[in-house]
């Protein structure tokens, strides 16, 4: 069974930090690229971070670049997303996506999200 769970989300101030983590399980972990969404209320899902399978490559949103660093455990079947300077405007659900694909297939997962706020 195919699990991905998210943890460390929490009410922070503005300019402080929460490290996510996403536990996953029940496929291979290393052969999927990993990425961390988020979906404010009345707004739509969008991409804040991704990571390639070995780790070597990243990738992220404008609005958190320099701020947020999205990082991987294959041992541990892990990935992780710190975030750092946050913003009110980072407020949101935040969720974890492990994707694969070939030129036949295609395999991706969602976790059921944890809740950032940012608020004084």
């Known amino acids: 069974q195919v699990q991905l769970v998210e943890s460390g989300g929490g009410l922070v101030q503005p300019g402080g930090s929460l490290r996510l983590s996403c536990a996953a399980s029940?496929?291979?972990?290393?052969?999927?690229?990993l990425s961390w969404y988020r979906q404010a209320p009345g707004k739509e899902r969008e991409l804040v971070a991704a990571?390639?399978?070995?780790?070597?490559?990243?990738n992220y949103a404008d609005s958190v670049k320099g701020r947020f660093t999205i990082s991987r455990d294959n041992a541990k079947n892990t990935v992780y997303l710190q975030m750092n300077s946050l913003k009110p405007e980072d407020t949101a659900l935040y969720y974890c996506n492990a994707r694969y694909r070939t030129t036949v297939r295609s395999y991706e997962y969602w976790g059921q999200g944890t809740q950032v706020t940012v608020s004084s």
């Open positions: 990571i390639t399978s070995a780790g070597d490559y990243t």
């Open positions: 029940g496929f291979i972990f290393s052969s999927y690229v």
